[in-house]
């Protein structure tokens, strides 16, 4: 990304955080329970309708994957972008690299993912472009991996 002249964020990135901020002051005012999940997916669903072609056919793929084997996670936005959570807090995301004029989608984890190795050295994102059937199946490993 872009920094600006002043050496500050890009308009993507103060877009980002504008929607973080944005999510989780609607996060604080939401009911708990089912209505608040709903409300989530909802959201989420939204902002995977709204992606551009190719990243919105990845974000669903990515749905399915995660629906299939790793239920327990829930729909979340995660910094705008489609992520799915255990108690509130993301697991795995969804990145949609036309969004953030970037080359490439991102699929990656965050730190409450179960992906540590005993080399004390693993990835946290990957780079998606169009991708395999094999890659999708790695993909589904490293959801179900994450989710615990």
């Known amino acids: 990304m872009t920094k600006n002249g002043a050496g500050g964020f890009s308009a993507e990135e103060r877009a980002a955080m504008k929607q973080r901020a944005a999510e989780l002051k609607a996060d604080a005012k939401r009911a708990k329970g089912a209505e608040k999940a709903a409300a989530e997916e909802t959201e989420q669903l939204a902002k995977i309708a709204n992606m551009p072609d190719g990243d919105r056919e990845m974000a669903e793929r990515l749905q399915q994957i995660v629906a299939d084997v790793a239920p327990d996670l829930a729909p979340k936005l995660y910094y705008g972008q489609p992520g799915y959570a255990r108690d509130g807090k993301v697991v795995v995301f969804f990145r949609s690299g036309q969004m953030d004029k970037e080359r490439y989608s991102t699929f990656g984890v965050s730190s409450r993912a179960a ?3 005993a080399s004390g050295f693993w990835p946290t994102s990957y780079a998606l472009i169009d991708p395999t059937e ?6 589904g490993e490293i959801v179900r991996r994450a989710a615990g």
Not at 134 to 139: V, Y
């Open 134 to 139: 094999k890659a999708w199946e790695e993909l």
């Open 115 to 117: 992906l540590d190795e």
